[in-house]
T-cell receptor
């Protein structure tokens, strides 16, 4: 089954304690990205990756890191989480057809609370 | 960068009536306009999309229209049903390295 898998689904952590949210896709998609969803703000892109070893900042990258060592995996790293990073996070992947966007498939979401 | 405005933020309609959600975008180079539905506690899922070389697209009760000159696009749902209740997001993208820029969402409520 084609899917994007995120882990964990729920995470409560303390300020400053490094954490990683994993994301894996089995569709051989080149493009992967991370979004955060906050009430009234919709989905905002944090980071994206066009392919292995190619990553770039989205609209709200401060406080986050990513890596793309393998095509299927795109972990999101919070080196020193702060309470303003409490949010619902979604990983997404899509195929780029001739440089054009196609359907983005989303993971199940990770609800992060930083206290 | 791209900016997408979505209206209304909440829309309540009677079951069986039609619902229309509107979005405007700022970047005339945007060429891909998807609509996502997010049910409570679930992930966003694509319901319909349209590219800039097409003015209208329909899939059963759902249709999307695009006006490139005015830079706006709309989602139309006819004969609404209770399962249509959800949050709907529009998005726009130029392609290339650009991802999707989303609107803030519309909470659609179907009244029985």
């Amino acid at each position: 089954e084609a899917q994007v898998t995120q882990n964990p689904r729920y995470l409560i952590t303390v300020t400053g304690k490094k954490l990683t949210v994993t994301c894996s896709q089995n569709m051989n998609h080149e493009y992967m990205s991370w979004y955060r969803q906050d009430p009234g703000l919709g989905l905002r892109q944090i980071y994206y990756s066009m392919n292995v070893e190619v990553t770039d900042k989205g609209d709200v990258p401060e406080g986050y890191k990513v890596s793309r060592k393998e095509k299927r995996n795109f972990p999101l790293i919070l080196e020193s989480p702060s309470p303003n990073q409490t949010s619902l996070y979604f990983c997404a992947s899509s195929r780029k057809a001739g440089g054009m966007n196609t359907e983005a498939f989303f993971g199940q979401g990770t609800r992060l609370t930083v206290v | 960068g791209e900016n997408v405005e979505q209206h209304p933020s909440t829309l309540s309609v009677q079951e069986g009536d039609s619902a229309v959600i509107k979005c405007t975008y700022s970047d005339s180079a945007s060429n891909y306009f998807p609509w996502y539905k997010q049910e409570l506690g679930k992930r966003p899922q694509l319901i319909i999309d349209i590219r800039s070389n097409v003015g209208e697209k329909k899939d059963q009760r759902i249709a999307v229209t695009l006006n490139k000159t005015a830079k706006h696009f709309s989602l139309h749902i006819t004969e609404t049903q209770p399962e249509d209740s959800a949050v709907y997001f529009c998005a726009a993208s130029r392609g290339g390295a650009d991802g999707l820029t989303f609107g803030k969402g519309t909470h659609l409520i179907i009244q029985p």
